[in-house]
Structure formats: C-alpha cells, structure tokens
C-alpha cells in the first residue's frame, strides 16, 4: 500500500505539472496576441506566469506545501496585473485570455493536495479569488470566461476525487490477488514437503526391507555387475534392431540360446538400415552361429559400417557379403560410393569409433579398410567362431 500511495502521489504531482504548465503557455499566447494590455502590467504579468511555470516544475518532483504556495500567489498576482492593469473596454478580452490560467494553472494543484490541509484550504482561497476576479471583469456570473473557469475548477476537482477514490480500491484489490497468490504457493509448497516426506519414508522402509532381505548385507557387487552386464546387452541388442520376445511372465529373452544364428540378426539389421534408406544385399553365408560377446561386436562394428555408406558415400546401396571357415567370419561391406583418399584422411576421422574397433579387437576379430577416390569403399570385419 506504502508503494502504491508514493505512485500516486508521484502521478498527480506530474499530472499537476503538467495541466498548468500547459495552460499557463495557452494563456500567454492569447494575452500577447490580444494586444489588450499596456506594456508595463503585461511584463509584469509574464514575470509572475514565469515564476509559476517554475514553482509548478519544482512541484511536480518535490510536492512540497511552500511551492503550491508559491504557485498560486505568483498566478493570482499575473490575473491581478492582467485584469486590473488593463482599459475597461477591452477588460472582457482579457478575461476571456486568462481562462486557462485561472481554470487550469490555478486549480492543477487541487489533485495533489491529498494529505495537506493547508495545501488545499491555499488552493480552494485560490479558486475563488480566481472566479470573483473573472467574475468582476467580465461583467457577471453569467458571462462566458466565468462559465469557463468554473468549469475547469468543476473538472479538476472531479478527477481529484476520482483518482482519490480508485486508487485505493484498485491497490486493496491487487492485495487480495496478491494474499491469494501467496495461499497458492503456501499449500504447493506444502504438497511439496508433504510429497518429498511420503518419498523418503517409502525410500526408507524399501531400504529396510531389501536390508532384511539380504540378511543385513545387501546386493553383493559381484550381483550389481552381472546386472549391470546384462542390462548392456539388452541395450545393444535393441539398438541393433532386435525384438524382445516373451517367454513367461516377468522374463524377456532377445535370442534363444547362448549361441545366436548371424542369419537372424542380420536380417534385423538389413531392416533397420532399410527403414532409413539404405538397401543393404546379402552374399555369402546364410546362418553361422556365434557367441553371444562376438555377435555383439560383430553386428556393431557391422552397423557401424553401413551406418557411414549411408551418411558419406552417396548412394542407396551397399553389399554385405559373409564368408566363414572353421575359426573365423569375415564380413565385406563393399558400395560404390564417392571413396577417398586414406592418405589424406587422419586416423580419427576415418569413421570408426574407437569404441567399436577396440571391441572387436576384444573378441579376438580386427577391421580392415579399403577405399580411393571414385571407387568406392571396402571395409573388411574379422570376428573368430
């Protein structure tokens, strides 16, 4: 609320500045272009307009009582001069030139007297010397410059009691979507802790039970490591295309028996590639079984190969031909892409990751690679039986 009255007060201080100042400068211009008052009243008139367009620029920043005092002492003494220092047959001219000034300059200040008596009793004198001076020169109550002036000051004071009343109840309103914001986050935080602390006592009773049903020693390590194993040839089973398939309840098996047909696996792979793009062919051997860790890195080290036919060499085929004797499989990945020079190409960007490499090499296997430029790519795959 504090911050919200300092805002207020800080907009009605400027709007002040802002509808005097203006009408000040409006009724200069029409007191000089009347030519209706003698020289020595009008320059003394101007000196108090000028000493008021100040007062009201001090105002609009430090909204102190002595500058609307000033204000309205310098502007009644500029209608004196104006109305008094000029001829009675043109003193209706005049009056009807200091409207502005006398409905707007002189009244600016009554939107920001909130809080000072006496800014507003100085402010409300003010007015009413205004409209008897305008009432006296321009013959009666009746008359035009008095109907004007009595309008301003009727129109300043409606926006003063407006503004006056809103503000409050617009910031009482921001208050009350602020203490409803704050209840919101209060019970979230609330369902937070209330959340976090069922979490830690599941995570502590699941911590007991598995404490208690492993004696009070838990998962061995040697138990983690088997899991952790097997969990990384599932991994790479899937990533090769296989499919998991169901064998009971609760048990998933990606092949049938510790030594898997190349047949099938292959086929899995030339799918995959052939979603993507790539038809791979086929030559050679049609089903040749391999342990499980060599059929691992031979599929990778194979998917790894048509993987770059299908970024690099810039064609839509390649041919996988597998031959085999009784120790080793040997795979050719041949396509009649753009090729290279291996001269020019260093070791690390050759398109084998060293992961791959490294674990046929593992098993006992090794990859060879063959390519120039224009003539396409051969990658030679070893793996033992």
């Given at each position: 609320?504090?911050?919200?009255?300092?805002?207020?007060?800080?907009?009605?201080?400027?709007?002040?500045?802002?509808?005097?100042?203006?009408?000040?400068?409006?009724?200069?211009?029409?007191?000089?272009?009347?030519?209706?008052?003698?020289?020595?009243?009008?320059?003394?008139?101007?000196?108090?307009?000028?000493?008021?367009?100040?007062?009201?620029?001090?105002?609009?920043?430090?909204?102190?009582t002595w500058w609307t005092a000033l204000?309205?002492?310098?502007?009644?003494?500029?209608?004196?001069?104006?109305?008094?220092?000029?001829?009675?047959?043109?003193?209706?001219?005049?009056?009807?030139?200091?409207?502005?000034?006398?409905?707007?300059?002189?009244?600016?200040?009554?939107?920001?007297?909130?809080?000072?008596?006496?800014?507003?009793?100085?402010?409300?004198?003010?007015?009413?010397?205004?409209?008897?001076?305008?009432?006296?020169?321009?013959?009666?109550?009746?008359?035009?410059?008095?109907?004007?002036?009595?309008?301003?000051?009727?129109?300043?004071?409606?926006?003063?009691?407006?503004?006056?009343?809103?503000?409050?109840?617009?910031?009482?309103?921001?208050?009350?979507?602020?203490?409803?914001?704050?209840?919101?986050?209060?019970?979230?935080?609330?369902?937070?802790?209330?959340?976090?602390?069922?979490?830690?006592?599941?995570?502590?009773?699941?911590?007991?039970?598995?404490?208690?049903?492993?004696?009070?020693?838990?998962?061995?390590?040697?138990?983690?490591?088997?899991?952790?194993?097997?969990?990384?040839?599932?991994?790479?089973?899937?990533?090769?295309?296989?499919?998991?398939?169901?064998?009971q309840s609760g048990d998933y098996s990606?092949?049938r028996v510790e030594e898997s047909p190349?047949?099938?696996?292959?086929?899995?792979?030339?799918?995959?590639?052939?979603?993507?793009?790539?038809?791979?062919?086929?030559?050679?051997?049609?089903?040749?079984?391999?342990?499980?860790?060599?059929?691992?890195?031979?599929?990778?080290?194979?998917?790894?190969?048509?993987?770059?036919?299908?970024?690099?060499?810039?064609?839509?085929?390649?041919?996988?031909?597998?031959?085999?004797?009784?120790?080793?499989?040997?795979?050719?990945?041949?396509?009649?892409?753009?090729?290279?020079?291996?001269?020019?190409?260093?070791?690390?960007?050759?398109?084998?990751?060293?992961?791959?490499?490294?674990?046929?090499?593992?098993?006992?296997?090794?990859?060879?690679?063959?390519?120039?430029?224009?003539?396409?790519?051969?990658?030679?795959?070893?793996?033992?039986?």
């Amino acid at each position: 609320m504090d911050f919200i009255a300092q805002e207020r007060d800080r907009l009605l201080r400027s709007t002040t500045r802002v509808v005097g100042v203006t009408c000040a400068l409006v009724s200069v211009v029409g007191i000089v272009a009347s030519l209706a008052v003698p020289l020595v009243p009008l320059l003394g008139a101007l000196a108090c307009i000028a000493v008021l367009i100040a007062a009201l620029l001090v105002f609009g920043t430090n909204g102190s009582t002595w500058w609307t005092a000033l204000a309205l002492a310098s502007g009644l003494g500029a209608l004196a001069l104006l109305l008094f220092g000029s001829d009675p047959d043109v003193r209706a001219v005049v009056a009807s030139a200091v409207v502005p000034l006398a409905a707007g300059s002189l009244s600016a200040p009554l939107m920001a007297q909130r809080g000072a008596p006496v800014g507003l009793a100085m402010t409300i004198v003010a007015g009413v010397l205004a409209v008897s001076a305008v009432v006296w020169a321009s013959g009666g109550p009746l008359s035009g410059p008095t109907a004007g002036v009595v309008l301003g000051w009727v129109l300043v004071a409606v926006v003063a009691v407006w503004i006056a009343r809103s503000i409050p109840r617009v910031a009482r309103r921001i208050q009350s979507i602020g203490t409803a914001h704050r209840a919101e986050r209060q019970a979230s935080e609330t369902e937070a802790q209330r959340r976090q602390g069922a979490r830690l006592l599941h995570d502590t009773v699941l911590a007991t039970l598995t404490l208690l049903a492993h004696s009070g020693v838990g998962v061995s390590e040697q138990a983690m490591r088997e899991q952790a194993a097997e969990d990384a040839r599932l991994l790479r089973h899937l990533r090769l295309g296989a499919t998991p398939q169901p064998q009971q309840s609760g048990d998933y098996s990606l092949t049938r028996v510790e030594e898997s047909p190349l047949g099938q696996t292959l086929e899995s792979v030339k799918q995959r590639f052939g979603r993507m793009g790539l038809e791979v062919s086929w030559h050679g051997t049609g089903q040749v079984l391999l342990p499980s860790n060599v059929l691992d890195a031979f599929l990778l080290a194979l998917g790894e190969c048509l993987e770059n036919v299908r970024r690099h060499a810039g064609v839509g085929e390649a041919h996988v031909t597998i031959v085999h004797d009784q120790e080793t499989v040997r795979a050719m990945v041949t396509d009649a892409g753009v090729g290279f020079d291996l001269e020019a190409v260093s070791a690390e960007r050759l398109g084998f990751k060293e992961s791959v490499v490294n674990r046929l090499r593992e098993v006992g296997g090794d990859a060879k690679l063959f390519s120039a430029p224009g003539s396409g790519t051969t990658v030679v795959l070893e793996a033992p039986r």
